[in-house]
């Protein structure tokens, strides 16, 4: 595993994936194997990634995998920008798998996911992204998109949910069913995103 960290300054990180032809996985900004991207004192965290312009599957922007592998601050806001390779029709532009989080831990701390293109992927269980601010909330930023996979009704065994701890704005973010294969019937009920129980879920999906 690897980390990228200060001790107290902001934290910026921008990767551009490559490849051509039809190879796959080029991924902007690739976190794995308890990898951290992680920021100090009230440093914030900015990451930016771009997925390759190659055909192939999983051009991602930027793609969490593995148990341990997370996106964090101390107490600094965090900002998530993905977008997917513009050739990759299934490509995420934040991707979350294998228990792989983004995280805030302060008080006054705030996560904001952009995704504008492919849409976040949450992982198939688990936490997706938490903040344990009373004030500060964990939002989609303007334009952005949740990608919710649907292969049945059972909820992370047949379809993915964002699953949250802390307060969550919806910010009028599309919904994307990229990669799904049912075909949902009336009666069936689907829950999109589970917060812990307590805080608010506020906004809207357009």
């Known amino acids: 595993n690897s980390t990228i960290t200060s001790t107290g300054g902001n934290v910026s990180i921008t990767g551009q994936g490559g490849g051509s032809g039809t190879s796959g996985y080029d991924f902007g900004i690739f976190v794995q194997s308890a990898g951290k991207i992680t920021a100090g004192s009230s440093g914030t965290v900015t990451v930016n990634g771009t997925g390759g312009a190659a055909t192939g599957a999983g051009e991602d922007g930027v793609n969490l995998q593995g148990a341990g592998s997370t996106i964090t601050s101390a107490g600094g806001n965090i900002s998530v920008t993905g977008t997917k390779g513009i050739n990759s ?6 991707k979350l798998s294998l228990s792989s989080t983004i995280t805030a831990t302060a008080s006054a701390a705030s996560v904001t996911l952009n995704s504008t293109t492919g849409g976040t992927w949450p992982n198939t269980s688990g936490t997706d992204v938490s903040n344990t601010s009373s004030s500060q909330s964990i939002q ?4 952005s998109k949740l990608n919710i996979d649907i292969d049945g009704t059972i909820v992370n065994t047949d379809y993915q949910q964002l699953n949250v701890v802390g307060l969550i704005n ?4 599309g919904l994307l069913f990229t990669g799904s294969t049912y075909t949902p019937v009336i009666g069936n ?16 999906f357009s």
């Open 89 to 94: 029709v299934e490509a995420a532009d934040i």
């Open 140 to 143: 989609f930023g303007a334009g």
């Open 170 to 173: 919806l910010n009028s973010a």
């Open 189 to 204: 009920t689907f829950t999109i995103v589970d917060n812990d129980g307590t805080d608010a879920i506020t906004g809207i």
